[in-house]
């Protein structure tokens, strides 16, 4: 349900009070009072609130509700109600403080970028305004009293002179309020040919895609600018990322956001942003969750790479930097495939829900465990839920299964003595080399085979080696290694770790150190998800339709936050089509990749 009525432009005096007064009515998110009397109140409606679009000469404001048909007159009068409150002047001082501060900290967003300035100076010079408008705007709102908003409700809010459309099963609706116009009834006379319907539909879709190529390698290059590296990999996070992906989706018009950031005081932010934007479709009870997320893995040994890695630039089809891949090829996929129903004008066959998640890369405690630890229960059963974070070069493969995650640290402690004289110390980096070659050995221990899988074997790999000693002719009294185990899901990790820590102790004895293990990271694997569940059939229907080959089923050893999902009973699918360069030199990602798999989110979202 949707009201709307002409109300004042940018040119009139009440302009900035109308913004503020808008504001607090409903575009304000959770604090304003349509969402808070309509969803968090009366619980009758999951997305509710207010828009105000305002031209030189004249303005349009609405108010909104996606609500259940039962309640569609009640939502309506609640409304209605907050309206008539507004014109009788109930709006607080507190309001009005919280509604500008929050208008100015976002104004100052809109001039990130050179792009934005020029697009703002065209708009004003099209627009005819005063040339000092920008310059006046913080001035403007500031200055807005209480009287203001009276005066601007009082004013412009007719309730007479609003229309309203209410979408919905009029049979269901029951008695419209007494002492209200009786409301006009419009029964649409379907298409014939529904499924020839849905594929024109898609066509529209995917040409629409298609025009967004530059589009979508400016916003690769401008989310590789913002490094998102985690604290534990020696980086502040990602809430400068997240900031600027936020802004970019409210330009682009996703205007439905939720954020459920995990406090962290290991990052100048003190917060590791996790946040959700929504895109209402037919069918409300299911969600469709395209889930990327944002943090970053550093970028290693920079002579190994041809260019800075966090100034991404495109040569031969390719867009290359630090994160181009993973996981901002199909975040980036994800955003447009949504952006063009908004910009088609398609309503999705069920709600698109894009989720953007931070610490991925390690422990995944400040991201989606986190979310899936709070009491509100974002995800439905029903939902169809895909995390596009591992694939094939090909895109054939699903995946529904994960190896456990073990990844180990190795602290060898002997006594350091001089170089010429080995007698006088023990040597712990001759200890740990011994101890890497004998964990080498696991392989045969757990050398089960299971063809779901590729590699289809448990790997133990040592992987990062810290510096020990600085010179040359010293021996060395402590060293660090660390390795990352994948191990099949029959092994239970408790086990593998009893191995290990039998294999250690037998160094320890032969070399007469001490060897201490840490756990860095220890997920033990979930229950896949059914190769014939809904998520994994609509995949294959969509694959199949945009890259013409037959998707299958299979497992990985990467962890991706699929697992996560699994392990609360989620069935979640991992699929990409992606060259699997992450962690690499050069990483980079096709650009038809990108468009590729946009075109199949986009067919997700379409499928009824």
């Given amino acids: 349900m949707v009201s709307g009525e002409l109300t004042v432009g940018k040119k009139h ?46 303005g349009v ?27 009788a002047g109930s709006l607080s001082e507190k309001e009005l403080a919280w509604a500008k501060k929050s208008i100015l900290n976002g104004f100052i967003f809109s001039f990130e970028h050179s792009a934005q300035i020029t697009s ?6 099209f627009e005819n305004l005063p040339a000092d408008f920008l310059m006046s705007y913080r001035k403007n709102i500031e200055s807005v009293t209480r009287d203001d908003l009276k005066r601007a409700a009082t004013l412009h809010l007719n309730e007479k002179k609003r229309l309203t459309l209410i979408l919905g099963e009029t049979d269901k609706f029951g008695k419209w309020p007494d002492g209200s116009p009786q409301p006009a009834y419009i029964t649409p006379t379907p298409l014939p040919g529904d499924a020839t319907m849905d594929k024109m539909n898609f066509e529209r879709i995917c040409r629409r895609i298609d025009s967004y190529r530059e589009e979508m390698i400016e916003l690769q290059k401008a989310l590789t600018a913002e490094p998102a590296v985690g604290p534990l990999n020696g980086g502040d996070g990602e809430m400068l990322k997240a900031r600027l992906l936020k802004k970019r989706l409210q330009d682009i018009g996703f205007n439905d956001f939720r954020n459920y950031d995990a406090p962290d005081d290991s990052v100048t932010s003190g917060l590791r942003p996790n946040f959700l934007t929504e895109l209402k479709g037919q069918n409300t009870s299911r969600r469709v969750w395209i889930i990327t997320h944002l943090d970053i893995v550093p970028p290693g040994e920079l002579n190994l790479w041809s260019a800075d890695p966090y100034t991404a630039y495109v040569k031969d089809g390719h867009i290359y930097g630090r994160g181009t891949e993973d996981n901002q090829q199909d975040m980036v996929a994800s955003i447009f495939a949504a952006k063009a129903f908004m910009d088609e ?28 630890d709070l009491p509100e229960a974002v995800f439905s059963k029903e939902d169809w839920i895909v995390v596009p974070d591992s694939g094939n070069p090909e895109g054939s493969l699903i995946e529904i299964a994960e190896k456990s995650i073990l990844w180990l640290g190795f602290k060898t402690t002997g006594k350091q003595c001089h170089g010429s004289k080995p007698q006088l110390g023990n040597n712990a980096f001759s200890a740990a080399s011994y101890l890497v070659t004998r964990l080498s050995k696991l392989r045969k221990r757990y050398d089960a085979v299971d063809p779901l899988f590729e590699p289809p074997a448990s790997t133990f790999e040592p992987t990062k080696k810290e510096a020990n000693v600085g010179n040359i002719n010293t021996i060395p009294g402590e060293d660090v290694f660390y390795m990352d185990c994948r191990v099949l899901p029959q092994y239970p990790l408790e086990d593998v770790l009893k191995e290990i820590s039998k294999i250690t102790r037998q160094i320890e004895k032969k070399f007469s150190v001490t060897i201490e293990i840490s756990k860095h990271q220890y997920v033990q694997s979930t ?52 060259n699997m360069n992450a962690h690499q030199p050069d990483e980079n990602c096709p650009i038809d990749n990108m468009i590729g798999n946009a075109k199949v989110f986009a067919h997700l979202f379409l499928q009824p």
């Fill in 61 to 87: 404001f609405g108010t909104y509700a996606f609500t259940k048909t039962e309640s569609t007159y009640q939502a309506t009068r609640l409304i209605s109600s907050i309206l008539r409150d507004a014109v």
């Fill in 120 to 125: 703002q100076q065209m708009t004003m010079v």
């Fill in 13 to 58: 005096p009440d302009f900035y009070a109308f913004e503020i007064l808008d504001f607090i009515i409903g575009s304000g998110g959770f604090p304003s009072r349509i969402f808070a009397a309509v969803r968090n109140n009366e619980g009758l409606a999951y997305s509710a609130g207010s828009f105000y679009r305002a031209r030189p000469a004249y």
């Fill in 527 to 578: 229950p896949p998800t059914s190769a014939d569940s809904p998520v994994v059939n609509a995949l294959k229907k969509a694959v199949k339709d945009v890259y013409q080959l037959d998707a299958f089923a299979g497992g990985v050893g990467a962890g991706t936050v699929a697992a996560y999902l699994r392990r609360k009973g989620y069935p979640a699918a991992v699929w990409s089509k992606t």
């Fill in 345 to 372: 004008g398609i309503v999705p066959s069920s709600t698109i829900a894009l989720f953007f998640v931070a610490d991925e890369e390690t422990s995944g405690g400040k991201g989606l465990y986190h979310v899936l």
